[in-house]
């Protein structure tokens, strides 16, 4: 099984926002990657006490590095910021202990934005899953990630 470069050698993100502890695999087009969620996390302490859960937020966020992940080192993107997020639906909590695997499929590109399909699963259950959209950033310095997106009028 081939080695995958560390998400936190990828992803601009610092700890504590990295929510991506490990890449299984890496193709073109499809990314597999985990996140265990240590019991000790400090959301967990106000998310519910007695009854912790991840937040749904975390689970699309960790779906969003790991789409970023795919497009920085399959499509040479610089960085992608997230710009979109479709018909994300939650259907099994995440307890504090579980792993997550993230799995993100491109599904287009089009005028610097990329969609993908994203998927968690615990122990092979879908927990939740989302379409996104991100915009992707070649080293402009200090561009405004967002300047490209144009709002509705």
Not at 22 to 27: F, G, N, P, R, S
């Amino acid at each position: 099984m081939p080695e995958y470069k560390p998400p936190i050698e990828v992803l601009p993100h610092r700890p504590p926002f990295v929510l991506v502890d490990e890449v299984i695999e890496c193709t073109e087009d499809t990314i597999r990657a985990t996140r265990t969620f240590d019991e000790g996390e400090d959301y967990f302490k106000g998310h519910f006490p007695g009854n912790p859960i991840v937040p749904g937020v975390l689970l699309i966020e960790g779906m969003a590095q790991t789409f970023a992940y795919l497009a920085m080192t399959q499509a040479g993107t610089h960085a992608v910021y997230l710009t979109g997020i479709d018909r994300a639906r939650f259907r099994k909590p995440v307890r504090p202990g579980d792993t997550v695997e993230f799995k993100v499929q491109f599904e287009g590109q089009r005028l610097g934005l990329i969609t993908c399909k994203g998927e968690a699963t615990v122990d092979g259950a879908l927990v939740a899953s989302a379409k996104l959209t991100g915009a992707k950033m070649d080293g402009e310095a200090g561009r405004d990630p967002l300047a490209m997106v144009k709002p509705k009028s």
